[in-house]
T-cell receptor, first 108, second 113 residues
C-alpha cells in the first residue's frame, strides 16, 4: 500500500465554485502534511501545511486534517481559472512522500 | 531573496552516459533534498543532505549518488543512464533537516535517448 493516496482526477469545477481535494495516508504516526500546487511544466509550489487536527485557513484555501481517519483535504473556495493545476499532497517527516496528485481544471 | 536554483534547465543524454545536476539552496538553508518526478506521478524522494552528510536515501539504485558542499550547494550524479531515468529532477531546500518546510527549485528536465 502506498503511503499517500490521492484521487488522480481530473476534477473540473466552474469558476467561483469550491474545489475539494482529498488525500489518505497509511502511517498512523504521521504528524504533518503539506499541500503543493504544480502548474504544467513547473516545479511544486508550497501553498499550505497542517500539523494539528482540524481546519487551517489561508485566504481562499482551507486544509483539513483528521488523524483518527487518516485523511487530509484541501478546499479551494471561489475557484479561479488560475487555480487550474495539479495539487500534490505530501506526508512530511524528514522527507516528503507525495501522492500522485489531483489535476484541477476551473472552467470560466 | 533568491530562491532555489538548479542547473542545467534541460539536458539530453544517451543510454549509458553519466550526468551531474546542480542545486543551490535558499540563502541560510542548510538542508538539500533531491526528488525524481516522472510524468503523471508525484515526486519520489532520492536523497537528503544536511551539513554535508547524507541523512536519508530513497529506494533508488547505487547508480544515483549525491554530495553537499561546504556552501550547502549540492550535486546529484547518475551513472549508466537508462531510458527510465528520464524525468524532472527537483531539488528542495529547507532550513534544517527533519519535518520542516521544503521549497523546490525549478528542476532539471533530463531526457535519456
Amino acid at each position: 500500500q502506498k503511503e499517500v493516496e490521492q484521487n488522480s482526477g481530473p476534477l473540473s469545477v466552474p469558476e467561483g465554485a469550491i474545489a475539494s481535494l482529498n488525500c489518505t495516508y497509511s502511517d498512523r504516526g504521521s504528524q504533518s502534511f503539506f499541500w503543493y500546487r504544480q502548474y504544467s511544466g513547473k516545479s511544486p509550489e508550497l501553498i499550505m501545511f497542517i500539523y494539528s487536527n482540524g481546519d487551517k485557513e489561508d485566504g481562499r484555501f482551507t486544509a483539513q486534517l483528521n488523524k483518527a481517519s487518516q485523511y487530509v483535504s484541501l478546499l479551494i473556495r471561489d475557484s479561479q481559472p488560475s487555480d487550474s493545476a495539479t495539487y500534490l499532497c505530501a506526508l512530511n517527516d524528514y522527507k516528503l512522500s507525495f501522492g500522485a496528485g489531483t489535476t484541477v481544471t476551473v472552467r470560466a | 531573496d533568491a530562491g532555489v536554483t538548479q542547473s542545467p534547465t534541460h539536458l539530453i543524454k544517451t543510454r549509458g552516459q553519466q550526468v551531474t545536476l546542480r542545486c543551490s539552496p535558499i540563502s541560510g538553508h542548510k538542508s538539500v533534498s533531491w526528488y525524481q518526478q516522472v510524468l503523471g506521478q508525484g515526486p519520489q524522494f532520492i536523497f537528503q543532505y544536511y551539513e554535508k552528510e547524507e541523512r536519508g536515501r530513497g529506494n533508488f539504485p547505487d547508480r544515483f549518488s549525491a554530495r553537499q558542499f561546504p556552501n550547502y550547494s549540492s550535486e546529484l550524479n547518475v551513472n549508466a543512464l537508462l531510458l527510465g531515468d528520464s524525468a524532472l529532477y527537483l531539488c528542495a531546500s529547507s532550513l534544517v533537516q527533519g519535518p520542516n518546510e521544503q521549497f523546490f527549485g525549478p528542476g532539471t528536465r533530463l531526457t535519456v535517448l
